[in-house]
């Protein structure tokens, strides 16, 4: 463990070049005992019924990250979340909430939902996530559609899925949300309802650990 504290510690330090897009570019208009801790999450707008999870459902800790596909601050913590996960497979699940404060944002995530009913999410969304240099800002983000079908997206399926009333209902109720949170920059992460103060790798990772140790 400890050498991977160290591991991560030193995987921060790749992040400090993006250090002004967390600070800036994503600046956008207006917008514990462990059954304590999940009903207090369960409790606010931090977590909806129809959000995407990833990771067990009954989870006894649990990270909201409002998340924007064509944030590149949120391409750049994705690979580490996701190691927490890993670490974790029985005790964290990942909720994510969308946000759109970019120009190809709401696209993107409608091709993410449309993944979600075929039942291909997670292997789209890395997809996404790692071709978003190609795409990124471009409002018909045709080299996420590119990728989205490399990872198993029925490209045909989608484009009659993506205007769905269910998908319109949940970007609309996620903006609602974020407004009412007052979330000002992404990725803006939780864990257990806590608000991690300082965006990091190391900084997710320590708070997510202190939780589940915290369950012994």
Known sequence: MQNRTLALGLIALSLIPLSAAFM???????????????????????????????????????????FDPSCEGCRAMHPYVKEILAEYPDNVRLVLRYVLFHGGSEEAVRIL??????????????????????????????????????????????????????????????????????????????VNGQELSKLGPQELYDLVKSEVEALN
């Open 24 to 66: 800036f570019y994503e600046r956008p208009q207006d917008a514990r005992d462990t059954t304590t801790q999940n009903a207090k999450t369960d409790k606010t707008p931090l977590v909806r019924d129809y959000s995407p999870v990833i990771g067990p459902e009954n989870a006894p800790v649990t990270i909201v990250e409002f």
């Open 113 to 190: 939902e449309a993944a979600r009913i075929q039942n291909v999410y997670e292997p789209v969304l890395d997809a996404v996530m790692e071709s978003q240099p190609q795409w990124h800002d471009d409002p018909e983000v045709k080299a996420a559609w590119t990728a989205a079908e490399s990872a198993g997206l029925d490209l045909e399926a989608a484009r009659n899925q993506l205007n769905s009333p269910d998908i319109d209902e949940t970007i609309k109720q996620d903006m609602n949300d974020v407004q009412s949170i007052k979330i000002k920059g992404t990725p803006t992460f939780y």
